[in-house]
């Protein structure tokens, strides 16, 4: 993995933390002198794992190798960085989380909780960028 994004520009933001052989950790919480919510990509698993705004996934979900997982990585990074996605994070009246997904940058105010979200009873939704003073909250 560090061969596949050392060559990103935004690892320069970024620590890397080895742990063992088969985990290594690229930590990204600025962005150029800017403070952000820490984005983390580990390797566990022959997978990539990717975190952001309180949402996770992990790639490869189209590539065929670890080369074609990075540029995925890279690619959904980006994305939150240039504000392109934002997450829409669900909690319910006690404050505790339902569940969380990735929106587009216009979208406002999302459709609705998924619908295994619903059973946690969601009643407000934080729509989340990498700089926290852009969060906005509406009531589900």
Same mark, same amino acid.
């Not at 690892?11 to 983390?40: C, H, K, M, V």
């Not at 609705?112 to 909250?137: I, Q, Y």
């Given at each position: 993995?560090?061969?596949?994004?050392?060559?990103?520009?935004?690892?320069?933001?970024?620590?890397?933390?080895?742990?063992?052989?088969?985990?290594?950790?690229?930590?990204?919480?600025?962005?150029?002198?800017?403070?952000?919510?820490?984005?983390?990509?580990?390797?566990? $698993?022959?997978?990539?794992?990717?975190?952001?705004?309180?949402? #996770?996934? /992990?790639?490869?979900?189209?590539?065929?190798?670890? !080369? &074609?997982?990075?540029?995925?990585?890279?690619?959904?990074?980006?994305?939150?960085?240039?504000?392109?996605?934002?997450?829409?994070?669900?909690?319910? $009246?006690?404050?505790?989380?339902?569940?969380?997904?990735?929106? #587009?940058? /216009?979208?406002?105010?999302?459709?609705?909780?998924? !619908? &295994?979200?619903?059973?946690?009873?969601?009643?407000?939704?934080?729509?989340?960028?990498?700089?926290?003073?852009?969060?906005?909250?509406?009531?589900?």
């Amino acid at each position: 993995m560090f061969r596949a994004l050392s060559g990103w520009a935004e690892t320069l933001n970024g620590r890397w933390t080895r742990w063992d052989e088969s985990y290594l950790l690229l930590e990204i919480n600025r962005l150029g002198e800017d403070a952000i919510e820490p984005i983390l990509i580990d390797t566990a $698993d022959e997978e990539l794992h990717v975190e952001f705004g309180y949402w #996770e996934t /992990d790639l490869p979900e189209q590539a065929l190798d670890a !080369e &074609g997982a990075a540029q995925e990585a890279i690619e959904l990074v980006s994305d939150w960085l240039s504000g392109a996605i934002r997450t829409a994070v669900f909690t319910n $009246d006690a404050g505790h989380w339902c569940g969380s997904m990735v929106v #587009e940058r /216009d979208t406002t105010r999302p459709l609705a909780p998924s !619908e &295994g979200m619903l059973s946690f009873n969601p009643t407000k939704v934080e729509l989340r960028s990498p700089h926290r003073r852009l969060w906005e909250t509406y009531s589900v």
